[in-house]
């Protein structure tokens, strides 16, 4: 009998056959005095046998998956030394364009940070070690099972855009992908027809699928099936019809968690720390579109609650934005919260604020809107930090204010203030900013702006 799967895995890894874990299986069977090949197609095939009796001959001993999770979450998982510094900077960023300024990451919030991503690693690590050791994956051949296992293990987060996924490195915090049975099983398919030399139905129409296997790289099979069976095109994303769910505050976080994996939303709250954690901080919504069974089992949007207030709204679209058809379903549902209104007002001034402060670091010139929401002449900019966000002063400070505003008003600089002293002399037409007239004793000879 052929071995068309491991010769596969020799022509893609040709030193598989002389690793240690290989040579450690036939030293075995040499001093059990049995007939070894050394052909490394059966050099392979001996060693997948242990590796199948292994993770597959004890399910009804839970302990023995667990000690294989356990050296799988040793080699595999972020090491808390190797936690990149530019990850706290991205949280002090995230922190310092919702509003909260300029925030220090202390050594006890930097562990606290480290488990939550460690252990959302090792749990959706262990989704793909608990499907490949069940009897759900039993249909799957040995070979196949190890070339997803290893070829997962190299993948990180999937760019929407980019319609794959990135390259997972030794400091690497996001988890492990989503496990999409129906993405994976339609992997496994082609694949196992391809190395088997088997006709693969309809790929003579397909020709994106003909150029995927000719290379036979798992990340990009399954980057192609994710997107095959999730809706992305825009027939299955204009259905916008379905349910929100709520998930209270201090639930039980797995029934949240497992109806997030596998479908390719990119929410953290997929991991399972992160979702028990958000469960803590108050209720979680999700909308959840039809599927052709007409059950809502889509993820199309969430609102997670801190308390009774709104923290964050995240959808499907390319970095967690609301995808363009599902934004008056969520609208509705805001409408609901009584902080609803005020919660939209700060996610937009927050993005334009990140806008016109990039758009300033960058030297580009900012457009008479800009400058009105800068200088707050209809409304004040409002974030979700306790304070007044600091970047409003950062980035007029380094501006010609006066310049600014008679461009704004249409007056003269010499006719606009912006200290009391200079609002009290004469030919004063508009005054920016507070004007405290209490410690004046007499109104005799008061020349005051016309517009404060």
């Known amino acids: 009998m052929e071995k068309f799967g491991e010769q596969f895995l020799h022509q893609r890894d040709s030193k598989l056959h002389t690793t240690n874990k290989v040579e450690h299986e036939k030293e075995r069977r040499i001093k059990k005095e049995e007939k070894i090949s050394q052909k490394p197609a059966d050099k392979i095939a001996n060693w997948l046998d242990v590796v199948e009796k292994t993770h597959t001959g004890h399910r009804d001993d839970p302990r023995v998956l667990k000690r294989i999770k356990k050296y799988y979450h040793k080699e595999h998982v972020i090491k808390a030394e190797d936690f990149p510094e530019s990850y706290f900077e991205n949280q002090k960023r995230l922190a310092r364009e919702e509003g909260h300024g300029d925030v220090e990451i202390s050594n006890d919030q930097r562990g606290q940070l480290k488990e939550v991503i460690i252990s959302d690693q090792e749990s959706t690590l262990d989704n793909w070690a608990d499907y490949l050791s069940s009897s759900d994956s039993d249909s799957f051949p040995m070979w196949a099972k190890y070339f997803v296992f290893n070829g997962m293990l ?24 989503d496990l999409n049975r129906e993405a994976l099983a339609y992997v496994v398919d082609a694949t196992v027809k391809k190395i088997n030399k088997e006709e693969i139905e309809g790929i003579e129409d ?35 019809g379905g349910e929100w769910i709520k998930y209270d505050q201090n639930s039980d976080h797995m029934s949240l968690v497992k109806s997030l994996q596998g479908h390719g939303t990119g929410w953290c709250t997929a991991g399972e720390t992160t979702a028990k954690n958000h469960l803590k901080g108050g209720d979680f919504y999700v909308y ?7 059950k809502p089992t889509i993820p199309r949007a ?37 902080d609803g209104e005020q919660y939209k007002k700060k996610t937009a001034d927050m993005k334009r604020l ?79 900013g507070n004007l405290d007239l209490n410690s004046l004793t007499s109104a005799e000879g008061l020349n005051l702006p016309e517009t404060i």
């Not at 969430?302 to 379903?329: F, H, K, S």
């Open 206 to 240: 397909n020709q994106e699928l003909q150029r995927l296997l000719q290379g036979v790289n798992f990340g990009k099979l399954y980057a192609y099936a994710i997107e095959k069976v999730t809706p992305t095109e825009q027939n299955e994303l204009e259905n916008t």
């Open 154 to 177: 190299k993948l990180s987060t999937f760019d929407k855009e980019r319609h794959s996924f990135g390259k997972r490195k030794r400091d690497t915090v996001a988890p492990f992908p």
């Open 354 to 432: 990140t806008e016109i402060e990039k758009k300033h670091a960058s030297q580009e010139e900012l457009t008479k809107e800009d400058l009105n929401f800068l200088y707050e002449m209809d409304s004040n900019i409002e974030g979700f930090g306790y304070h007044k966000d600091p970047r409003i002063e950062e980035v007029k400070d380094k501006r010609e204010t006066k310049k600014d505003l008679s461009y704004l008003t249409g007056h003269a600089e010499d006719q606009i203030s912006t200290t009391k002293t200079e609002a009290l002399s004469e030919n004063i037409r508009y005054h920016y």
């Open 288 to 294: 959840y579109s039809y599927d052709k069974e007409d």
């Open 302 to 338: 969430a609102i997670r609650m801190q308390e009774n207030d709104i923290a964050e709204v995240r959808g499907i679209a390319p970095e967690q934005n609301l995808d363009p058809y599902i934004g008056d379903v969520v609208d509705g549902k805001l409408n609901g919260f009584p």
